[in-house]
């Protein structure tokens, strides 16, 4: 039986669910091409978690065609950053306390990732999608539209039409 050869990026891609838009180049490593391929692939809880925010905070800056490479670099320390804090406020949690080295290591975390989501930017870069609502009214206007002026031009016929004298008498 013959079995085919699989590319280390194919595999990567497939295991990663990696869903780029960007254009690969063929002479860069497979990092470059494929961001998400830092990421070890493991089960481990942390770097599922890990790769959800990835995506979900490339999706809030514009996805993966608008962001700049900077962006993804900043973006991949905010993310460990925002797992580690995570971690540790589970662990805080189990114990039931937290000693001051640790709340200094936590609040140290949590002012660098503040640092770090403002200067990507706080706010959400949603894509421009019209709605299906918006459409529904666009069109219904376009059909008010129409008719009125169907009904001016009617109306405008009837006026220019010529009256039928009456030569029954």
Known sequence: MEQQAVSHRAVN????NVKHRRKRSTGASVVTNNPSALLPLSKLSWCRRMRDLIEAH???????????????????R???????????ETLFAE??????????VYQSGANTL????????????AKDVTTFGALLRADQEAQRRKAAEDAAEDAAAVIDAPVAEDTAT
Not at 13 to 16: F, V
Not at 78 to 88: D, N, P, Q, T
Request: charged share 35%; hydrophobic share 45%.
């Open 13 to 16: 891609a497939k295991r990663l």
């Open 114 to 125: 503040r640092r770090l989501l403002e200067t990507l930017g706080l706010h959400r870069r």
């Open 78 to 88: 905010s993310v460990v950053l925002i797992v580690e804090l995570e971690r540790r």
């Open 95 to 104: 114990v039931g306390r937290i000693d001051d080295d640790a709340l200094c």
């Open 58 to 76: 490339v999706a809030d800056l514009g996805g993966w065609d608008v962001i700049t490479s900077a962006e993804t670099a900043l973006l991949r």
